[in-house]
């Protein structure tokens, strides 16, 4: 469990949580690589597993013990909430550019902003509504755009529904990780979530599970990577800040999702894209407005 008393500055929180929205937005484009070699299901078996095959010496190697129910409990519902949430999301991802299925899934952080609030006991401020709100106006003014412009294929309307699904699920994991990283370190975060999430999956492999080529491998592996990373890091900066003031950052998404979108899967970058993106940029600017030190109790 952390402990230990210890002072930093109030910007290292933020930073670590946009790194590794960052990382996981690397993790999306070569997952929906791989979702559309192998499925969606599959990918994030295989994910998992290698996930697993990371994790686990790791957190054996920086003193591992086994966690106390309380964690236990939390780490078995978010890897349950993970399993269906990021299967749902990259299944969506078949079907829809990559920024616009990110920009969809941003209804979870206004969702999640008032389960802070029920769950966690945090009070709501002004400004991390406003910064909130203005990140969803970038993303209206995206999607309206691509709304206006493009009619949609019924294979893309099951994408749409599953990604809209997702970010139900993805409330509750934000409120979940915020407990997780308090009672448990990052490095048995990212453990057990890959361990729960393989054992949930794995329970239709013998059905559903599909043996990726060399090229979706090499997909799955660098996404497996990645997302180890960046729940270390997220798990880090969520320990260390409130969720209400952390949530607009998660906007900062839909700019790596467009960049990588056009890079790996040639989806054009248009005006609307980049005139929401500000907006969102603004909005995460003003979250990050705070100018006391945070103290907080830390294991690293």
Known sequence: MPSGEKSHHHLMPFLAVAAGIASFSVMDALMKGASLAVGAYSAMLWRSLIGVAIMLPL?????GVWPQRAAMRLHALRGLN?????????????FLP???????SFIAPLIALYLAAVLLGETIERRAIFASLLGLAGVAVITGARLGGEGYSSQAAWGIAAILGSAVLYAWNLILQRQQAQLAAPVEVATFQALFVTLFLGLLAPWLAVLPSMEALGYVGGSAVLAAISLMVISWGYGRAETQVLLPLEYSAFIWAA??????????LTLPTVAGAVLIVIGCWIATRKQAVHTEQTAL
Request: aromatic share 18%.
């Open 259 to 268: 960049l990588l979108g056009w890079l790996m899967f040639d989806e054009a």
């Open 82 to 94: 993970g399993a269906i949430m990021a299967t749902m999301f990259f299944y969506g991802l078949k």
């Open 98 to 104: 990559l920024a616009e299925g990110m920009a969809i």
């Open 59 to 63: 957190w054996k190697l920086t003193g």
